[in-house]
């Protein structure tokens, strides 16, 4: 499974982005895909997680109301739409896609997109 993520960029506080993340190869196999971040310094966290079927997501305390993660199967693609952002969001965003093969859990990732959010 191959992933690139897009959209990323500078922004001042209060506004939008939307990141993509276009997934390739072997993207049968993918379960929960979800987006991560990481702030210099800091450990990479998850921001949000959408299940194979789109039925169930997941939100960071820190994005909820905010954030909206969505995908299309049939497109191979996720995305992430960010509202009402802060300067305390600016990180580079990860892109992850599972999958489970005899029991063993695999993750993939992209190679990031940076956002920046100016005050």
């Known amino acids: 499974v191959q992933l690139v993520e897009s959209g990323g960029g500078l922004v001042q506080a209060g506004g939008s982005l939307r990141l993509s993340c276009a997934a390739s190869?072997?993207?049968?196999?993918?379960?929960?895909m979800g987006w991560y971040r990481q702030a210099p310094g800091k450990h990479r966290d998850v921001v949000a997680t959408i299940t194979s079927g789109g039925g169930s997501t997941n939100y960071a305390d820190s994005v909820k109301g905010r954030f909206t993660i969505s995908r299309d199967n049939a497109k191979n693609t996720m995305s992430l739409q960010m509202n009402s952002l802060k300067p305390e969001d600016t990180a580079v965003y990860y892109c992850?896609?599972?999958?489970?093969?005899?029991?063993?859990?695999?993750?993939?990732w992209g190679q990031g997109t940076q956002v920046t959010v100016s005050s």
């Open positions: 190869g072997s993207t049968f196999s993918i379960t929960t």
């Open positions: 992850d896609a599972r999958t489970v093969s005899w029991g063993v859990r695999y993750d993939y």
